[in-house]
């Protein structure tokens, strides 16, 4: 098992953004900043050429790239299957709880309010809050507990930012929709994570030993 150091270096860029989402939610009043810059963003999707391709285009990328860890990842360590199982788990527990979040609160979308460069999905495909989000947020937290590499976790966020920043210029979510999209896609695969890994290791204690097959990664 990693040590507490190691967890909380592979975590702190999660941490960074969450603190960024939370500041998107809350400040200076929830709401009135993502009704702003959701406006002003929305404005943009006028001038991008198939704007309602970046997201996707960007999260297809995002889901091939964590495809592609969880594979390296089960063929080489072994032993750190239980965390690819977790926080895979995690996604689409984050995922199914965005579609029950946005049953319950039933916000209409920005494009329901004013013109946007995107056609408006129908009545009852809620906005809040972001689904795009929630995935993609959910394999930067996939990739970041797996490896743990500044430099990957950081391209990841910064593709993972590109999927949020786009559905908000297509005009058919609001700032604080993506905000917590991204909190709620993150926090659980995080969360999953920590609690397999303290299974197993109140489990290694239980039998008196210690998996030493699988290096420390830096």
């Known amino acids: 098992m990693p040590s507490d150091a190691v967890i909380a270096r592979r975590l702190m860029p999660l941490g960074i953004v969450a603190a960024a989402a939370m500041m998107l939610v809350l400040v200076p009043i929830p709401g ?6 959701t406006r002003w963003l929305g404005s943009l999707g006028f001038f991008v050429p198939r704007v309602d391709l970046v997201s996707e285009v960007a999260l297809a990328l995002l889901a091939l790239a964590t495809a592609s860890v969880i594979g390296v990842v089960w063929w080489k360590y072994p032993s750190r299957r239980p965390r690819a199982v977790a926080a895979s788990i995690g996604v ?5 709880t965005s579609e029950g979040v946005k049953v319950l609160f039933a916000q209409p979308r920005p494009c329901s309010r004013w013109a946007t460069a995107t056609e408006c999905p129908p009545a009852g495909d809620w906005s809040l809050p972001s689904n795009h989000a929630t995935l993609a ?8 507990v797996l490896v743990g590499r500044a430099a990957m976790t950081g391209a990841m966020i910064g593709v993972a930012a590109l999927v949020a920043v786009g559905r908000v210029v297509e005009g058919v979510h609001y700032v604080h929709d993506v905000a917590i999209g991204a909190l709620l896609g993150m926090a659980l695969p995080v969360l999953l994570t920590l609690a397999s890994d303290a299974s197993l290791g109140r489990r290694a204690v239980d039998r008196g030993t210690r998996d030493t097959g699988d290096p420390s990664m830096p």
């Open 32 to 37: 009135s900043l993502s009704v702003v810059a």
């Open 137 to 144: 947020f959910g394999a930067v937290a996939v990739v970041a």
């Open 92 to 96: 689409v527990l984050a995922y199914v």
